[in-house]
């Protein structure tokens, strides 16, 4: 079945690195992603990654796939106040049409 | 180049009425898709249109619909509200290739059912 879970909750100091984790469940998944949701807003995609792809990095954010385990991570380098945000994994299925299975949500604080 | 526009932003209904959502894509973006989020559920996918075509759905019952007009504005409506049916409901859209879509995410239109 399609299940994807996410620790919900992840306190950090400023300038230091945050990592949020995500597990799931269908290893037919196709591409991975990361999205962020600020308060009042809607989802911003961050960054994805595809199945076949160990490791990907895009300025201060790393993402890792652990396909065996299929575990999924986020590292933010150098986190500032401003990325506090609750942060969305995200699994895609080719031919699903949009049809995204997302975890319940990693809320990130950081404080100085 | 504008973003996702949901409206309204904010709906508040009593239960039993109908509701319908607007949502306008990106310029150039076919495909518009339409999601829940409620504190208990979390994010689930409703449906997702292309070229006024429905060609996924998730699980949820017949009282959720949708539609896409020509150029490319979707619509969903809840008729018989239920007290449930109250979260943020987000639409997104994409070019609509099918493979590794992008989604854009427009703010929402957080709908109170009472």
């Known amino acids: 079945g399609e299940d994807v879970e996410q620790s919900l909750f992840l306190s950090v100091r400023e300038g230091d690195s945050s990592v949020i984790n995500c597990t799931y469940t269908?290893?037919?998944?196709?591409?991975l992603y990361w999205y962020k949701q600020e308060p009042g807003a809607g989802l911003q995609l961050l960054t994805y990654i595809f199945s076949n792809m160990d490791m990907k990095q895009d300025q201060r954010l790393t993402v890792l796939l652990n396909k065996k385990d299929k575990h999924l991570s986020l590292r933010i380098a150098d986190t500032q106040t401003g990325d506090s945000a609750i942060y969305f994994c995200a699994e895609g299925f080719s031919g699903g049409y949009n049809k995204l299975i997302f975890g319940a949500g990693t809320r990130l604080a950081v404080h100085p | 180049k504008a973003g996702v526009t949901q409206t309204p932003r904010y709906l508040i209904k009593t239960r039993g009425q109908q509701v319908t959502l607007s949502c306008s894509p990106i310029s150039g973006h076919r495909s518009v898709s339409w999601y829940q989020q409620t504190p208990g559920q979390g994010l689930q996918f409703l449906f997702e249109?292309?070229?006024?075509?429905?060609?996924n759905k998730g699980n949820f019952p017949g009282r959720f619909s949708g539609r896409q007009f020509s150029n490319s504005r979707s619509e969903m409506n809840v008729s018989t509200l239920e007290l449930g049916d109250s979260a943020l409901y987000l639409c997104?859209?994409?070019?609509?290739?099918?493979?590794?879509?992008?989604?854009?995410f427009g703010s929402g239109t957080q709908l109170s059912v009472l």
């Open positions: 997104a859209s994409s070019l609509g290739q099918g493979k590794n879509e992008k989604l854009f």
């Open positions: 269908d290893s037919s998944s196709t591409y």
């Open positions: 249109y292309f070229s006024e075509t429905q060609r």
